[in-house]
């Protein structure tokens, strides 16, 4: 099988969260579709409150969709009890929590709490101090309990932690958002080094376009619950919706702000069609 041929490691299809608020429903994911191929980086930015942090705790298995279908590493999550679901975050994928405390043992040291999560059997040629390594913990620090470190160095030990487990894919949620300045480029760092060394999968919620952009990530914008734009490789994809609807990036919104009237028509060839305000210009 070629690498063009490999199914995703990430599928998530019609993919619906309601919540109740006060007797009402409330959307808060509303159809998202989406695929991650094996071994990506994808951010998921948008504002407080766009959907981005509930759709990370649906692939996580911490909350089940409403509707809709979301397979991750070999899971169909919809479909798993809470133990199986329990199980496959200690394997397949792992959660990297905003608040990293809960990933973590305060009392133990930096390497006790690596250790808890290793797999002996499954790491072939790395250690507990090649994870480490990874996202470079000094080995100094590395004998010390977490609770004396800094929130940077926990920040780390998490993300070893974590990566101590052998998983396919890694969801991590807002994972520098305590920190500033060079404390934020070495957990985007140790991301790269573990995705680029390990090849390991990064799916992580962040408010900050900076984070996304130190992380190499795939750019995908969430607002209301939608998925808004998908920037990979220097092109923005957007997906057409059940509706018909199409959502615009904000570049093309500047020229057609909402209330334009436009003409569409297919391109010369399959693969185009042509969007003419009326009375203007084609644009493809």
Do not use: C
């Amino acid at each position: 099988m070629t690498p063009g041929d490999t199914p995703p490691i990430v599928t998530v299809e019609g993919l619906v969260q309601i919540y109740s608020i006060e007797g009402q429903d409330v959307a808060a994911l509303s159809g998202v579709i989406l695929t991650v191929q094996r071994g990506e980086i994808v951010a998921l930015v948008g504002p407080s409150g766009a959907g981005k942090s509930t759709l990370l705790n649906v692939l996580a298995g911490l909350m089940s969709p409403s509707a809709g279908r979301v397979r991750l590493a070999g899971h169909e999550l919809s479909a798993k009890n809470a133990a199986v679901l329990d199980r496959a975050r200690g394997s397949d994928f792992a959660v990297l929590l905003q608040d990293v405390t809960r990933n973590l043992l305060p009392y133990l040291s930096v390497r006790q709490n690596v250790e808890l999560g290793w797999p002996k059997s499954v790491r072939a040629g790395i250690d507990i101090d090649g994870i480490l390594d990874i996202v470079d913990i000094a080995p100094d620090l590395r004998p010390q309990p977490v609770r004396a470190i800094s929130g940077a160095a926990r920040q780390l030990t998490a993300i070893a932690a974590t990566l101590a487990t052998n998983p396919s894919v890694l969801l991590a949620d807002e994972p520098t958002s305590s920190l500033a300045g060079a404390e934020v480029r070495a957990v985007t760092d140790a991301i790269l080094r573990a995705n680029r060394e390990l090849g390991t999968t990064v799916i992580a919620v962040t408010h900050d376009l900076d984070v996304a952009t130190a992380l190499d990530a795939r750019i995908i914008t969430i607002r209301d619950g939608r998925i808004r734009m998908d920037a990979r490789a220097g092109n923005t994809l957007v997906s057409i919706r059940e509706d018909g609807s199409l959502p615009l990036p904000d570049d093309v919104l500047g020229q057609f702000p909402a209330g334009t009237q436009v003409t569409v028509r297919p391109g010369e060839d399959a693969d185009t069609f042509v969007v003419r305000r009326a009375g203007g210009d084609d644009h493809r």
